[in-house]
């Protein structure tokens, strides 16, 4: 039986502004392993760079954008929110999320849980809501200590 099934979701409608990253992309295809592990070194190489660059990590937002085929995760690019000209290296990118309208589901980060939690927004509430996703701009995660912010672009 599952126990979550019913909690309600804590979902805000928001006007979200343009952000500049600095991120490494983890490729999840045909690798052998944990992808939370996989994922976990690609956030310790981007704290570990911005270290280096003089920056306090823990100041930093951290974000996560999902690649997936499907319902299959096949990357992950492992991010800082940072205002930074242009850099790119052949480990660190920069690049900006697009700003606009996005439904911002809030939730515990409980890997047990996220995935099935997620789902359920797509499937119960983005169509009780009447809600259009915007396929020209990604989704992201944004990691705060306890809890997480799923941000899906609307048109």
Not at 75 to 88: D, F, P, R
Not at 90 to 95: G, R
Not at 102 to 121: C, H, P, V
Request: proline letters at 5%; aromatic letters at 10%.
């Amino acid at each position: 039986m599952n126990i979550y099934v019913g909690q309600p979701l804590h979902v805000t409608i928001r006007d979200l502004p343009l952000t500049t990253i600095v991120y490494t992309s983890v490729l999840l295809q045909q690798m052998k392993g944990s992808y939370n592990d996989q994922i976990r070194e690609g956030f310790e190489k981007i704290k570990d760079w911005a270290r280096q660059q003089g920056y306090d990590p823990s100041a930093l937002k951290v974000i996560g954008i999902p690649h997936v085929d499907g319902a299959q995760l096949i990357g992950y690019e492992c991010a800082l929110e940072l205002e930074i000209v242009s850099l790119n290296t052949e480990d660190v990118l920069t690049k900006q999320l697009a700003g606009g309208r996005y439904a911002i589901l809030s939730l515990e980060k409980d890997s047990a849980t996220i995935g099935e939690t997620i789902g359920r927004f797509f499937a119960e509430y983005v169509p009780q809501h009447q809600l259009i996703v915007d396929p020209q701009r990604p989704n992201y995660e944004v990691y705060y200590e306890h809890v997480m912010d799923f941000c899906v672009p609307l048109q």
